[in-house]
């Protein structure tokens, strides 16, 4: 190929360009109603079109027969423009011009006058790459600039430019690219180059541009590149070295239903098929972090709609359904903790397999722990650690039957109500953590104002674990199910707020001193999972 594609099929003037609809339009009006600014400032993310829009505004303002600002194509002005030999349209990389002598040299040039256009046009590419002594001489220009010079300066990282400059300029803020918007231009592209590719491949494509149209059209050049007027799936996944969106629903399908097998053999195949693992996991993290978003609030979509089709949306809401928000926070943990140990484990798929194994809760009945030293009071005990129930089989109709009616909000809950319903939240948190049924046992209510409940507990350790995010929305989660209402779980110290701890479960009134330390040791045992065997 004998030119980039994204050279290409660069759009020539306004009514081509794809996407950024709301800046086009306001660039298309200041030129109707003739108010051209004299400083513009362009950001956003690479490959959003900043530098194709700054040269189709320039083009446009300088074509001698417009009309309604599409540019004519055909006068002197465009045809200089298009082909690059206007004296007076001047593009600068502000990256390999930096200094503060490039920025006299050019204050110098802006009192000359356009040669063959109206308007001459300066375009300053990566504008936060100049110096601090760069910015303050261009300063001195965009505060008194002569009538027939524009600047328009573009960035990807806005907080590095003076807030000096950024006030003299109309800024316009370049969003990613949806999905659709960058399927649509690949589409065009394809066609236009006899290519054969369905569409899972363009989604797989766009997917990887991150929201960015050149970076898009770059992968497309590559993929053409093999020479094969039949672009299949699998060739795409060989170049980006990456699975496709879909193999990360159905590994999450999986997990959802707790078949730990099929999510395994997944993360084999895709190792045996020679794909990166790291750069699964990262997909695979991502895909979850849109799943937790959409738990939220579905209209938080919004902040990854340039990632995933309308169709694919609808399916990671179906998908939110059948989950709650702990058990997302609770899978997004374990697989950030084992993107750090995939390069260095002597098997890497072993640490995503583990976090498969935890994430749908596969474990055996028992695992049997090395025996501790003896210690004065217990000669010969030894600690087995077990999960309270096994849950390999547990299935949503083995979990509490909560009613799935809209939660009420704004309502002062009933203290009495609260108190009487306690019993019931120690039975249904049990399947979804066993140690959270130990903790709330060991707690009691202290307060209930409005829709906030404040736990008393006895000790920092119970507290900091009630405190842990995913336990905090847990007991949210279930208890507000049993109070049919929105609730804030707030937790306390007894001896904070000057209340007795109350009697722990397994405490009688006259328990001897070794009696309370062994019923202490049984509810910390309970808490970490294990029980105490003695031989």
């Given at each position: 190929?004998s030119?980039?594609?994204?050279?290409?099929?660069?759009?020539?003037?306004?009514?081509?360009?794809?996407?950024q609809?709301?800046i086009?339009?306001?660039?298309?009006?200041?030129?109707?109603?003739?108010?051209i600014?004299?400083?513009?400032?362009?950001?956003?993310?690479?490959?959003?079109?900043k530098?194709?829009?700054?040269?189709?505004?320039?083009?446009?303002?300088?074509?001698?027969?417009?009309?309604?600002?599409?540019?004519?194509?055909?006068?002197?002005?465009?045809?200089?423009?298009?082909?690059?030999?206007?004296?007076?349209?001047?593009?600068?990389d502000?990256?390999?011009?930096?200094?503060?002598?490039?920025?006299?040299?050019?204050?110098e040039?802006?009192?000359?006058?356009?040669t063959?256009?109206?308007?001459?046009?300066?375009?300053?590419?990566?504008?936060?790459?100049?110096?601090?002594?760069?910015?303050?001489?261009?300063?001195k220009?965009?505060e008194?600039?002569?009538?027939?010079?524009?600047?328009?300066l573009?960035?990807?990282?806005?907080?590095?430019?003076?807030?000096?400059?950024?006030?003299?300029?109309?800024?316009?803020?370049?969003?990613?690219?949806?999905?659709?918007?960058?399927?649509?231009?690949?589409?065009?592209?394809?066609?236009s180059?006899?290519?054969?590719?369905?569409?899972?491949?363009?989604?797989?494509i766009?997917?990887a541009?991150?929201?960015?149209?050149?970076?898009?059209?770059s992968?497309?050049?590559?993929?053409?590149?093999?020479e094969?007027k039949?672009?299949?799936?699998?060739?795409?996944?060989?170049?980006?070295?990456?699975?496709?969106?879909?193999?990360?629903?159905?590994?999450?399908?999986?997990?959802?239903?707790?078949?730990?097998?099929?999510?395994?053999?997944?993360?084999?195949?895709?190792?045996?098929?020679?794909?990166d693992?790291?750069?699964?996991?990262k997909?695979?993290?991502?895909?979850?972090r849109?799943?937790?978003?959409?738990?939220?609030?579905?209209?938080?979509?919004?902040h990854?709609?340039?990632?995933?089709?309308?169709?694919?949306?609808?399916?990671m809401?179906?998908?939110?359904?059948?989950?709650e928000?702990?058990?997302?926070?609770?899978?997004?943990n374990?697989?950030?903790?084992?993107?750090?140990?995939?390069?260095?484990?002597?098997?890497?798929?072993?640490?995503?397999?583990?976090?498969?194994?935890n994430?749908?809760?596969t474990?055996?009945?028992?695992?049997?722990?090395?025996?501790?030293?003896?210690?004065?009071n217990n000669?010969?005990?030894?600690v087995?650690y077990?999960?309270?129930?096994?849950?390999?089989?547990?299935?949503?109709?083995?979990k509490?039957s909560?009613?799935?009616k809209p939660?009420?909000?704004?309502?002062?809950?009933?203290?009495d109500?609260?108190?009487?319903?306690w019993?019931?939240?120690?039975?249904?948190?049990?399947?979804?953590n066993?140690?959270?049924?130990?903790?709330?046992?060991?707690?009691?209510?202290f307060?209930?104002?409005?829709q906030?409940?404040?736990?008393?507990?006895?000790?920092?350790?119970?507290?900091?674990?009630?405190?842990?995010?995913?336990?905090?929305?847990?007991?949210?989660d279930?208890?507000?199910?049993?109070?049919?209402?929105?609730?804030?779980?707030?937790?306390?110290?007894?001896?904070?707020?000057?209340?007795?701890?109350?009697?722990?479960?397994?405490?009688?009134?006259?328990?001897?001193?070794?009696?309370?330390?062994?019923?202490?040791?049984?509810?910390?045992?309970?808490?970490?999972?294990?029980?105490v065997?003695?031989?």
């Amino acid at each position: 190929m004998s030119q980039t594609l994204y050279r290409k099929y660069r759009p020539k003037n306004f009514s081509q360009v794809i996407g950024q609809k709301h800046i086009v339009q306001t660039l298309v009006n200041s030129i109707k109603n003739e108010r051209i600014a004299q400083a513009y400032l362009f950001t956003g993310p690479r490959g959003t079109g900043k530098t194709s829009i700054a040269r189709i505004f320039a083009k446009t303002i300088n074509c001698t027969d417009l009309k309604d600002s599409i540019t004519c194509e055909k006068c002197l002005a465009c045809k200089l423009i298009d082909e690059g030999k206007s004296f007076d349209i001047i593009e600068i990389d502000a990256a390999s011009n930096t200094g503060v002598d490039n920025i006299r040299e050019l204050r110098e040039t802006v009192k000359l006058p356009a040669t063959v256009l109206k308007y001459k046009v300066y375009i300053i590419d990566e504008v936060h790459m100049l110096s601090m002594g760069a910015f303050n001489a261009l300063l001195k220009t965009l505060e008194e600039p002569p009538a027939h010079v524009i600047f328009i300066l573009a960035t990807t990282e806005i907080h590095k430019v003076p807030d000096t400059i950024i006030s003299r300029c109309q800024r316009f803020d370049f969003a990613r690219l949806p999905i659709e918007n960058i399927i649509e231009k690949l589409t065009i592209i394809a066609k236009s180059e006899k290519v054969k590719i369905d569409k899972g491949s363009l989604e797989m494509i766009a997917i990887a541009s991150e929201g960015g149209m050149r970076d898009a059209e770059s992968l497309l050049g590559q993929v053409i590149s093999l020479e094969d007027k039949d672009i299949t799936l699998k060739e795409v996944r060989e170049i980006l070295g990456t699975a496709d969106r879909k193999f990360s629903h159905e590994l999450m399908e999986d997990i959802i239903s707790e078949n730990s097998t099929d999510a395994i053999e997944k993360i084999n195949l895709i190792l045996l098929e020679g794909y990166d693992l790291e750069v699964f996991n990262k997909s695979l993290i991502n895909y979850l972090r849109q799943l937790m978003l959409l738990k939220v609030n579905p209209l938080l979509k919004s902040h990854f709609s340039y990632e995933m089709t309308t169709e694919q949306t609808e399916k990671m809401l179906k998908q939110s359904e059948k989950i709650e928000l702990p058990k997302i926070i609770s899978i997004i943990n374990l697989f950030l903790d084992a993107q750090g140990k995939i390069s260095s484990s002597i098997l890497p798929q072993l640490p995503l397999e583990i976090a498969i194994i935890n994430a749908t809760n596969t474990f055996p009945e028992n695992v049997v722990s090395p025996a501790p030293q003896p210690t004065e009071n217990n000669p010969a005990q030894k600690v087995v650690y077990a999960p309270a129930k096994p849950v390999e089989n547990l299935k949503l109709s083995d979990k509490p039957s909560n009613d799935s009616k809209p939660l009420k909000q704004g309502i002062n809950l009933d203290e009495d109500e609260v108190k009487s319903k306690w019993k019931q939240l120690l039975i249904d948190i049990k399947p979804f953590n066993h140690s959270l049924k130990a903790l709330l046992s060991n707690s009691q209510i202290f307060k209930v104002e409005k829709q906030t409940i404040t736990l008393a507990t006895p000790y920092d350790f119970y507290r900091d674990k009630l405190n842990i995010l995913t336990n905090k929305l847990t007991v949210e989660d279930v208890f507000g199910k049993i109070l049919g209402s929105k609730i804030i779980i707030k937790v306390v110290l007894c001896k904070e707020v000057g209340i007795e701890p109350k009697v722990i479960e397994q405490e009688k009134p006259a328990m001897e001193k070794e009696n309370h330390q062994n019923s202490l040791l049984s509810s910390a045992l309970e808490i970490m999972g294990g029980k105490v065997v003695e031989e």
